[in-house]
C-alpha cells in the first residue's frame, strides 16, 4: 500500500516536479535567455502570446531574418518592460497575428536552408 502511494504521488506530479495542472511561471532562466538572445540579434521584435488553460504567458522574440525564440514570461506589462528597457518593439498576437518572415524562417529551417 505504501509504494502504491508513492506512485500516485509521483503520478500527480508534472515535468519538473511540479503538480500536473499547474502552470510553471517565468523563471530568471527564461530572462536570461531572453537577454541574450535579444542582445545578440538585430531588428528583434517582441509578440506577446497570451495566457490560456495549458501554457502560461509567453513572448516570442522574432529576429529581422525571421529566427524566434519563445519563453514563459510573466504578464503582457513584464514584456512591455522588458521591450522598453532594450528598445524593442512589443505586439500582441491575438491582436497582430505573428510576422511573415518568421513563417517564412520556419519554412526554411524545416527544409534545412536556415
Known sequence: M???GLFDSLRRLGKGGQKAGTLR???SGDTKHLEEWAGSRQGVEAYVEPRTNVTDTTVVLIAHDGE??????DSLEAAQ?????RSIPVYE???????????EYTERKKRGQA
Open 81 to 85: 518592460q522588458f521591450g522598453h528597457k
Open 93 to 103: 498576437v491575438a491582436r497582430v497575428g505573428y510576422p511573415k518572415r518568421m513563417r
Open 2 to 4: 505504501g509504494e502504491v
Open 25 to 27: 511561471k517565468a523563471s
Open 68 to 73: 524566434w525564440t519563445r519563453r514563459r514570461i
